[in-house]
C-alpha cells in the first residue's frame, strides 16, 4: 500500500506536531506509514506484544516502550508477519527487533533503535493502552501517527 505524504510537508502545515528526535531505523518493508497509536510498555518481555499484534489492528501503529533496551528483541518475523495478517499498519519501537532481513520484506511499517538475535521473556508484563513517552514525545492512544524515512510526527 502507498501512503501519499512527507512528514515534512505535514509538520511544515502543522508545527503543533511532535516529532520524535530519537534517529530511529527505518527497518519494515513499508517505509511511510501512518494510524492512530495503541501502545505497550514492557521490559524485556514481549508477551504483551505477541498477544496485540495478533488482534486486529485495524489500520493501528503499535507503540511500544521497552524503555530503549537493546539487551533483547520485542519482535521478529513471525510476531511482524502477524501484524501484517491483522491489519496493522507499523510498529514504533523504543528498543530492538530481531530477523531485519525478513522484516524488511513484510508489507508493514517498522521503527526501532536496532536489532539484537536474543529474543525476549513472554510472560506478559508491562501495560498496555496507556500513554507512553520517548524521543521527546509523549505517545497517547488514539492520537495519529505519521512515519516516513525523516522521521515521526504525532498528535499531541
Ligand atoms: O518470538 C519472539 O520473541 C520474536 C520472534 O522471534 C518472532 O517474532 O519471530
Known amino acids: 500500500m502507498t501512503v501519499e505524504f512527507t512528514t515534512c510537508d505535514l509538520y511544515d502545515a502543522d508545527e503543533s506536531l511532535q516529532s520524535v528526535s530519537l534517529q530511529m531505523q527505518n527497518l519494515g518493508g513499508r517505509a511511510r506509514f501512518r494510524g492512530p497509536v495503541r501502545t505497550i510498555r514492557c521490559f524485556r518481555d514481549n508477551g504483551l506484544v505477541k498477544a ?3 488482534s ?3 489500520g493501528a501503529v503499535l507503540v511500544i516502550d521497552g524503555d530503549g533496551s537493546l539487551e533483547s528483541a520485542l519482535m ?3 510476531i511482524a508477519e502477524a501484524a501484517v495478517t491483522h ?3 507499523g510498529v514504533v519501537i523504543n ?3 530481531r530477523d531485519r532481513v525478513a522484516v524488511a520484506q513484510l508489507d508493514l511499517g517498522v521503527k526501532a533503535l536496532g536489532t539484537n538475535p536474543r529474543k ?3 510472560e506478559g508484563t508491562g501495560d498496555q493502552d496507556v500513554p507512553v513517552e520517548f524521543g521527546g514525545v509523549v ?5 495519529l501517527l505519521h512515519s516516513d524515512e525523516d522521521g515521526i510526527l504525532v498528535e499531541r
Open 52 to 54: 496485540t499484534l495478533n
Open 56 to 58: 486486529p489492528g485495524d
Open 76 to 78: 521478529g518475523d513471525m
Open 87 to 89: 491489519g496493522w499498519a
Open 95 to 97: 528498543g530492538a527487533i
Open 120 to 122: 525476549s521473556s513472554k
Open 139 to 143: 505517545f497517547r492512544p488514539g492520537a
